[in-house]
Every structure is written in structure tokens, then in C-alpha cells.
């Protein structure tokens, strides 16, 4: 099991360079360049400090420093120039890693909405919204540290360690087997206190987004929880999700808050015993075994202090990334899980194009004619194209949800071009899942769905949609003037269009009552109007884009019966000449439906007219009369 973290972890890593990589193909690997070559630089001063040292212990005994003044003068000058060379790669690295951290973040904002933009609808409906916003603020957060701190703090400590440990090496072997058993028992101790605070860091990420998911989940009902007198409810609920959170964050710091002071002490410890062992081997006269060939004297051991000290210092900086690099590694790994997530599949190859008619024929045009047509390519090369009316049909439709919970049983039911059909029944019924198949949210499990009698699953998705208009319950309105909301529905569509649409279903009068008419800016899902306005809008967002199919989804019932009326009066415009399949809890607004269909658990047991039902005197005629109410 841990094997496989580790391989995941490292996969993950290995991953994320190479989308860094491919973002900054060269600004990349010079930030790389620049950060060794200034880690390098950072570990030479030992080397002239023993050069120095070696000279002033020469001329210790005589005195005369005239022939070395000159020696020692190079070397520092020598000295000054790697570090003013030092400082230049470490301006040049840490301006382009700014660029490079926030323009990787950008990148992968970029890539995370637009994958979102391919999810089919399931993904939403199965996922904490706060969640999902999560993966945008604090798993985007970890990603910064991780690029900008602990990936450039790692690779100086690592080359740095490497460096020093070479020279300790080329000049003295014993005194760098003493440092090497400080070292192993510092990594013993980083593993195992390390390891501990990277578990509970990667649940703390998990926790924050529930968190988070919750909190959006409340703010969203607060007028329920106010309502209903749930607040204490809500805040023992609150605090137990925060509790938990308290707790993974409390044990990963109290591991991360350890390791650095032991760490450090271990660090002093080393640093004495190598002092210690250093003076020994002075006094015993112990030959020095080293690549340099050199003897064991004070220009080695007073330099290998001070790289004891640069050593141990770079390995308890790379302990101290480890929190922020296990952080970055959960914020990655949930990163990628949703860039990873199966977008929504298409396999639909009829599109919708403009055509115009010549002696009965459909000829496919680029411009504008208002008359739509579906291209047909078949497998022979031959093209066929169908004109588009809106005739809607269903053949023997089986759906489910979940695998064993059928929603749908053997639903059979055609609209013809310009016929309203309304469906009745308890919630639940299926209803609503009728219409999510006909957009192929939802893909159905057995049985057709044909379009002017050409199978769903062969029209693109997004053609299929352009050609349906829904209105539905809960309106959504986005930032912006009440002009775009409406021009939502057809982008390309003039001022003149959305003005029309508005007066088409009645919204027109209010709208030029607003302090800037189309233009007043609306926020926060059009908080500052009522639940009839709002609705209004998405209605005529709905008529602007004009299609030949509107799914009406209980379009009506957050709307007050005068403003029911003004409303049903421009829906009556908008639906005439259309194919229209209506959803609604109040039967009024059902009666002059040319088809009613009632649902119930999945299964249509009466279809007529009005007056049909009624004198069936079966389920629709007991909810008509209130013998029998809709749950």
C-alpha cells in the first residue's frame, strides 16, 4: 500500500513538471539552470576559506605577510565576483519564477474550466458544488507554495548538499563519515515524523473542501435554515466538519512543529562531534585520507565546521518543505482528478445548418435564412438533409439513475410540430428526467428517442440543444446587465431581438421601470428582483433564441398569479407554431395541453385531452378535482 502512494506520489510530480514544461518550454529549464548555478555558487566560499586559511597557517610562523597579501587579496576578489554573479542568477530566477508560478496557476485555471465546461451533468448533480469550488482556491493555493517555494528551495537545498558533500569528500573522508551518521539519523527522524505529518496534511486538504462545500451549501439556505429555526441544528453540524478539520490540521502541525527543533538540535550535536573529532585527529597527528592529498590541519577543519553547518542547514531546509510539498503533491493529485474526469461523450455526427428551398430542395447556406435543416452525412458519402420541425418521439424509453433503480418504464409518447404536451404526476414521477432525456443530459438506458424521426444519439450534442429551449424552475441569472442575460440565449442576437423577446413574454414593462432599463447591472443571481422578474428574464432568454422545441419545467410555479397571468399570456405567443412539452404541479395551466400524459412512478397511465381525462374519471380527474393532490 505505501509502495503505491509513493509511486503515485512521484507520478504525480513527474506529471506535474511536465505540464509545467509543456506551459514554459524554455523559461522552464533556464529557471532550472539559473537555480543550480546560483546553488553551486552558494557552495564554493568554503573552498577559498581553506585556501585562505592554508595561507595564513603557512606564513603563521614567520610573519611575513607580503607575499601572501597579494594571494589573499585575488581570492576574495575572486570571491566578491562569484557572488555578485550569485546575486544576478538569483534576481534573473526569481523574477521569471513570478511569471512562471502565476502564469502555471493561470494555465491550469484554464484548463480546469474548460474541462468543466465538458462534464456532462451527472458530474454536477453527484458533486459538492463548495467542493468543486475548492479545486480553485485552496488546491490551486498548495500549487503556488509548492512551484514557487518548496520546488526552488528543494532543488538549491539538493544541489547544495551534493556540492558540499563532494567537497567534504575531496578533503577530508573521516571528519565526512561523522557528518554522514548525523545525516542518516536526521533522514531516520524526517521519515518518521515527516511521514506522519504528510498523512494527516493530505486529509486536512480533503477536509477543508468539505468544509467549504458545506458553508456554500448554508449560505445558499439560509433563508430555509432561518425559516425552519435550524440554526442550532446548522451549527452542530457546522462544528463537527470543523472539528474534523481542527484535528487533522492539529496533528499535521504538531508533527511539522517538531521536526524542526529536532532537526536543529541534531544538527548542533553533529556539529560538536565533528569539532570534537576534528581536534582529536589535530592532536593524534591521524593522517588526513582525502582526494586532496592534503594534511590535517586547521585550514581543513575550521572550513569543515562551517560546511557542517551549510549541510545540515540545507537538509533541515528541505524537511521544512515537506509539509508544503505533501500539501502541493493532495492539491495537484485533486487538480488532475478533475482534469482526468471522462467529459461528457458525444458520438453524434448530424448537425443543424442553415439551408434555404429551391424548387423543394434544401440547399445548405452560411447565411442566416431562419430555416433550419439537419445535415445527415451517411457512411456511402451521400448527405441528406431534414428540415426542422420540432416533431419529438418517444419508443419504448428505459432509464435509470443508478444501476438497479429503473426511473423510466417503457415510455412511449410523440409531439408532433406545434403540439403542447403537458406531463401531471406526483414527484418523482419522472417528469422532469423526460425532459433531461430529450437534451441527452442523461443518456437512456433502452429504447429511441428520435428528431424529426433521426435518433438522438446521432445529432451532436450541442445541436440537439440549440434546437430545445427549457425554461426551468430555479432561475439562473449570471453577472451582468439584464440585456445579456437575456442575450444569453442567442449570443449573436441584436438589441432589438432581446427587446422583442422581452415584450413577447411580458417582461418589457417592468424591465424599462429599472433604474437603467436593459442595462442595470445585476449580481449575486439577480438579487435585487423578485422571483417573477427573474423568471420573466429566463423566459425571454429562452424566447430570444427562438427554437422549434420549449421544455417549460414548472416555469410558472415560483410566480404569483397575477404575474402568472401576464406571463401565460406571452408563454401562449412564445409557444405558439412550436413544439412545447410542459411540466406543472397547477393544472390550469395544463387544460388546453393537446396532449396530457400522467406519470406515475416511471409509467404513463392515462394520455388524452382535458376533456378525455376528465371523463375517464381516473387519476388526472382526481387530481383535477382534488380528490387526490400532488405530493
Known sequence: MKTNQ????????????????????????????????????????????????ALVEQNWQTGDWNGVKGKILSLVAVLAIFYVLS????????????????????????????????????????????????????DIDTL?????????????????????????????????????????????VTKKVGGGSAKYFIKQQKALGHLEGFIEEMMNGQKVIKVFCHEEESKADFDKINDSLFNDSRAANQYANILG??????????????????????????????????????????????????????????????????????????????????????????TLVNVREENGQLIECKER?????????????????????????????????????????????????????????????????????????????????????????????????????????????????????????????TDEECIAAAKLVGADDFITRLPNGYHTMLTENGANLSQGQRQLISIARAAVADPPVMILDEATSSIDTRTEAIVQRGMDALMHGRTVFVIAHRLSTVKNSDVIIVLDHGRIIERGNHEELIAQKGQYYQLYTGAFELE
Open 6 to 53: 509513493i509511486k503515485s506520489k512521484k507520478s504525480i510530480i513527474i506529471r506535474l513538471f511536465k505540464t509545467i514544461l509543456e506551459f514554459y518550454p524554455v523559461m522552464f529549464p533556464a529557471v532550472i539552470i539559473f537555480i543550480i548555478f546560483n546553488a553551486i555558487i552558494s557552495s564554493i566560499p568554503a573552498v577559498f576559506m581553506q585556501n585562505i586559511i
Open 87 to 138: 546575486l544576478a542568477s538569483g534576481f534573473a530566477y526569481n523574477q521569471m519564477m513570478a511569471i512562471l508560478t502565476q502564469g502555471t496557476l493561470k494555465k491550469f485555471r484554464i484548463k480546469m474550466f474548460n474541462k468543466m465546461q465538458t462534464l456532462p451533468i451527472k458530474y454536477v448533480d453527484t458533486n459538492n458544488h463548495g467542493d468543486i469550488m475548492s479545486y480553485y482556491t485552496n
Open 144 to 188: 503556488r507554495q509548492l512551484i514557487s517555494q518548496s520546488f526552488p528551495q528543494l532543488l538549491v537545498s539538493g544541489i547544495t548538499v551534493m556540492t558540499v558533500f563532494g567537497i567534504m569528500i575531496y578533503y577530508c573522508l573521516w571528519l565526512t563519515l561523522v557528518v554522514i551518521v548525523g545525516v542518516i539519523i536526521m533522514l531516520f
Open 261 to 350: 527543533p529536532i532537526l536543529n538540535n541534531i544538527g548542533n550535536i553533529l556539529y560538536v562531534f565533528v569539532a570534537i573529532t576534528g581536534g582529536i585527529l589535530l592532536i593524534t597527528d591521524v593522517p588526513n585520507v582525502s582526494i586532496s592529498g592534503l594534511a590535517m590541519g586547521i585550514s581543513i577543519v575550521v572550513p569543515f565546521l562551517n560546511m557542517t553547518k551549510q549541510f545540515v542547514g540545507n537538509i533541515n531546509q528541505v524537511s521544512h518543505q515537506i509539509n508544503a510539498v505533501v500539501m502541493g503533491i493532495a492539491g495537484a493529485q485533486r487538480i488532475y482528478d478533475l482534469i482526468d474526469e471522462e467529459p461528457e461523450q458525444d458520438e453524434g455526427y448530424v
Open 369 to 493: 435564412t431562419g430555416i433550419w435543416a439537419w445535415k445527415h452525412p451517411h457512411g456511402d458519402g451521400s448527405v441528406t438533409y431534414t428540415k426542422l420541425t420540432g416533431d419529438v418521439r418517444l419508443f419504448n424509453v428505459d432509464f435509470e439513475y443508478e444501476p438497479g433503480k429503473t426511473i423510466l418504464h417503457d415510455v412511449s409518447l410523440y409531439a408532433k410540430p406545434g403540439q403542447k404536451v403537458a406531463f401531471v404526476g406526483a414527484t418523482g414521477a419522472g417528469k422532469t428526467t423526460i425532459t433531461n432525456l430529450l437534451n441527452r443530459f442523461y443518456d437512456i438506458a433502452d429504447g429511441k428517442i428520435r428528431y424529426d424521426g433521426i435518433n438522438i444519439n446521432k445529432i451532436k450534442k450541442s445541436d440537439l440543444r440549440r434546437a430545445i429551449g427549457i425554461v426551468l424552475q430555479d432561475t439562473n441569472l449570471f453577472t451582468g446587465t439584464v440585456m445579456d442575460n437575456i442575450r444569453y440565449g442567442k449570443l449573436d442576437a
